[in-house]
């Protein structure tokens, strides 16, 4: 049995995670801003889940704490909470917001994460949900593509951190293509998966402990061609955010 917390588990991947991991008999502690929505999924999974109201802003170092006190330690942690909006029109409350849950609130979580597992006698995973747009610079969401590729790269320098320190611990990022989520509510985009479908593979990925996994296949492609395409012509592109 493993002790999970996951952030952001009130809906989408992190509410799809927080099922599996519960209906294998895991025991998880989610955590989110809405609480009744955690409250509603304890009652399926009365004696896996453990519900926090969290918000990663706000005092998260001493949230996790609490959860790990409530899980009698931990052994996998994952980052579903994001803030990303397309902003065309640049407006700034869109880009703090983004910043404030995508980098500050993503920081002081591996920072809790890290002065636990660095001292744990047993192994810790830290995942995060990136997207495809840590890729890229996408003009459209300019603030959730760099905080996108913050995470990747933060969590590049952990594993080399925790090589040199010689910490028990791994770093898995995760950069999924669209998904049917309420993130994407209203707006049509190619290759959209279910959530059901991409929940699988996030938690496969997660489970072989991945340093990095795009999702799904059809996407690794397409991150694959963007690599290549020159800056010239991407510049030009009308691109929407992943």
């Keep these: 049995m493993k002790r999970i917390i996951i952030y952001g588990a009130s809906s989408g991947i992190g509410k799809a995670l927080a099922c599996m991991y519960a209906e294998q008999g895991d025991k998880v502690a989610v955590?989110?801003?809405?609480?009744?929505?955690?409250?509603?999924?304890?009652?399926?999974?009365?004696n896996n889940l453990i519900p926090f109201q969290v918000d990663v802003t706000d005092n998260s170092r001493e949230q996790f704490n609490q959860m790990v006190e409530a899980l009698q330690g931990a052994d996998l942690v994952v980052y579903c909470s994001g803030m990303g909006k397309q902003n065309v029109e640049f407006d700034?409350?869109?880009?703090y917001r983004t910043i404030d849950v995508n980098v500050t609130g993503f920081t002081t979580v591996v920072a809790a994460v890290v002065e636990y597992?660095?001292?744990?006698?047993?192994?810790?995973?830290?995942?995060?949900?990136?997207?495809?747009?840590?890729?890229?610079?996408?003009?459209?969401?300019?603030?959730?593509?760099?905080?996108?590729?913050?995470?990747?790269?933060?969590?590049?320098s952990m594993r080399q951190l925790a090589s040199i320190k010689g910490w028990n611990m791994d770093f898995t990022v995760i950069k999924?293509?669209?998904?049917?989520?309420?993130?994407?509510?209203?707006?049509?985009?190619?290759?959209?998966m279910t959530l059901d479908y991409a929940a699988k593979r996030i938690k496969r990925a997660i489970d072989k402990r991945k340093n990095s996994a795009?999702?799904?296949?059809?996407?690794?492609?397409?991150?694959?061609?963007?690599?290549?395409?020159p800056n010239w012509l991407w510049y030009k592109l009308k691109i929407s955010r992943g």
């Design 117 to 156: 597992g660095s001292k744990a006698g047993h192994h810790v995973q830290f995942a995060a949900i990136s997207s495809i747009a840590s890729t890229k610079g996408l003009g459209v969401s300019a603030s959730y593509s760099a905080t996108k590729m913050y995470q990747v790269r933060y969590l590049e």
């Design 214 to 229: 795009v999702i799904d296949w059809r996407w690794a492609i397409v991150v694959g061609f963007w690599k290549m395409i």
């Design 31 to 46: 955590a989110a801003r809405r609480i009744d929505n955690l409250k509603e999924m304890q009652r399926q999974f009365p």
């Design 176 to 192: 999924p293509g669209f998904i049917a989520t309420d993130f994407i509510k209203d707006r049509k985009y190619p290759m959209t």
């Design 92 to 95: 700034m409350d869109i880009e």
